[in-house]
């Protein structure tokens, strides 16, 4: 067992870790991104990273429907969607270190074990799973780069897949000097309408199962619909084992970037730096940008309507980053950008014109498999006839491929192998490097590549230079037999692989904005770099409205 203060990392970082009790979605993820912006303002280096106990290896094979999107960093990390809210508020790559499951974990182990790297042992959750997970909880921030590292610990606590993440926690804190990690849970307090007051007691018990495993929280942030008056503040000071000013009100926000102001507003900054003693910060953090953000978020000069194609529109979380970006574009352009989301599978030529009705471009998502396919054909075919801006994301490209293949050059069975292995004319087909893969996850072409753009073309006159780097998630491609045929009828290929010469972009010369990207663009818009395409799309939404 080691001696109190002997971890290795002791001085090179400080550590925050973020817990949740009584029910899921409180915004843990939200609470750990505003409070790293408020730290980052005072001039601060952090960076947070999320543990989540489910025990894929990464959500890269989980439905939307059950997980939500799947996040990719540069590095080509499959990861959770909470990593597109730390690099959206702190405008700072996260990587494959940023994200860690109950999986990946047991997976290294298992695999060291098999190795006989622990001499015959016998494999237990403690030591050598929570040693594993201590590890690469403090791998940031011994790298020098880092002043701190926010850990959000996925779940809620009491749940036993949590209890390994829980227990790490605990031994670090011992481990590491005094001073140097501290505990922020995250509860809620319920309005009960027929008492007519907030319920203290869910937040009690939480407290008191993370105190049966070992924690003690030093900042209690509490989820609320209304005010919490100050003797329900004392009241749960004293019952929860906390100073009464570490009790941090938490109020439901008009917008998640709203959020860094309101604990600004309650000093959560100012409780964690002084716990942590924290030196060399400004005395307030410098947020004017952010708040110049903000107010043209909240007030708009114009408005428009963009319909989001997709098969999983039922739950907003599917496609964050695309509703995020169009958040960061609209504030851009002063623009007030409303998304109506239609399914795809409810989309035919006969309905299309009625369900397209009022808006002013439509987005195609990305997606994988057959459903809804041919809708989205439906719907890119309408766009490029009737002139409306049109955004295609990685399958969004690939549908306008196939519907230009089908009703322009007259390939009637034109498709992507992906959805007709058959087809006679594959105008998107697989990569040849992915034709032997037998597996599912992580072996996509993942992460960032090169894109040269022609100059002169919509996509290099809305980033304002040729070459790009862009983030991938995808197994087919255009297929370049197809290309010089593609060109001759209008469908440009703007933006090339320098490598490989892949097409990156295609784009119609004779249509006001007609756009596709095999890339992810949304998973590099921030607060502080709204994306360009983004930007330029909802420009030329807001010049079709107005007939320009």
């Known amino acids: 067992m080691p001696d109190r203060n002997s971890t290795s990392a002791a001085a090179t970082a400080k550590y925050i870790f973020v817990t949740g009790g009584v029910t899921s979605s409180l915004g ?28 894929n290896i990464d959500p890269g094979t989980l439905n939307p429907y059950e997980h939500g999107e799947c996040y990719v960093t540069d590095d080509g990390a499959e990861t959770d969607l909470d990593l597109g809210h730390y690099e959206r508020f702190l405008n700072v790559p996260t990587s494959q270190a940023n994200n860690v499951t109950t999986g990946r974990i047991y997976d290294h182990v298992i695999t060291k074990e098999r190795e006989g790297a622990y001499l015959g042992k016998t494999v237990q959750v403690v030591p050598h799973i929570t040693d594993e997970i201590k590890r690469r909880m403090l791998l940031l921030g011994q790298t020098g780069q880092f002043d701190v590292v926010i850990t959000e610990i996925g779940g809620s606590i009491g749940d036993i897949e949590s209890l390994p993440f829980v227990e790490s926690v605990r031994q670090l804190r011992w481990e590491l000097p005094e001073s140097s990690s501290l505990v922020i849970h995250l509860t809620l307090l319920p309005y009960l309408k027929a008492a007519g007051e907030l319920k203290t007691k869910p937040t009690q018990h939480s407290v008191r199962d993370l105190r049966s495993a070992g924690l003690q929280p030093d900042i209690l942030v509490c989820r609320s619909e209304y005010p919490i008056p100050a003797d329900m503040r004392r009241k749960i000071a004293l019952f929860c084992n906390v100073n009464i000013n570490s ?35 400004a005395a307030q953090p410098d947020l004017e940008a952010w708040k110049d953000f903000l107010g043209r978020l909240k ?13 999983y ?66 719907a890119v075919k309408y766009v490029r006839e009737n002139g409306i ?91 370049n037999e197809y290309l010089e045929r593609f060109e001759a009828a209008g469908m440009q290929a703007t933006g090339r692989n320098p490598e490989t010469g892949l097409v990156e972009v295609v784009e119609l010369s004779d249509h006001p904005w007609f756009v596709g990207g095999q890339f992810h663009p949304e998973l590099k818009s921030t607060v502080q770099n709204p994306h360009p395409l983004f930007v330029r799309f909802v420009k030329a939404a807001i010049q079709y409205r107005k007939g320009l």
């Open 28 to 55: 843990k993820g939200i609470i750990s991104a505003s409070l790293a912006k408020l730290l980052q303002a005072r001039g601060f280096r952090v960076t947070i990273q999320k543990f989540d106990p489910y025990i």
């Open 247 to 281: 009790v941090i009100e938490s109020l439901d926000a008009d917008s998640i970037y709203s959020v860094p102001l309101l604990m600004l507003k309650e000093h959560l900054d100012e409780r964690v730096i002084k716990k942590l003693n924290l030196k060399g910060g």
């Open 299 to 311: 007030n708009p000069t114009e408005e428009v309507t963009i319909a989001l194609v997709g098969k």
């Open 313 to 378: 529109v039922e739950l907003p979380d599917a496609y964050k980053s695309i509703i995020e970006s169009f958040i960061h574009a609209g504030a851009q352009n002063e623009c007030k950008v409303t998304v109506r989301s239609i399914q795809s599978d409810n989309l035919t030529a006969d309905n299309v014109a009625q369900q397209l009705a009022g808006v002013h471009g439509v987005l195609v998502a990305p997606g994988f498999g057959e459903r809804g396919f041919e809708g989205k054909i439906a």
């Open 389 to 479: 801006p049109f955004f295609g994301i990685c399958l969004g490209m690939q549908v306008a491929v196939v519907e230009f293949a089908r009703n322009v050059l007259g390939l009637k069975e034109a498709s992507s192998t992906e959805m007709d292995a058959q087809t006679p004319e594959p105008v998107i087909a697989m990569m040849e490097e992915q034709k032997t893969i037998t597996q599912k996850g992580g072996t996509m072409r993942l992460g960032a590549y090169d894109c040269e753009l022609r100059r002169g073309s919509k996509a290099a006159k809305a980033y304002g230079r040729n070459h790009i780097s862009e983030r991938h998630r995808h197994r087919y491609e255009f297929n």
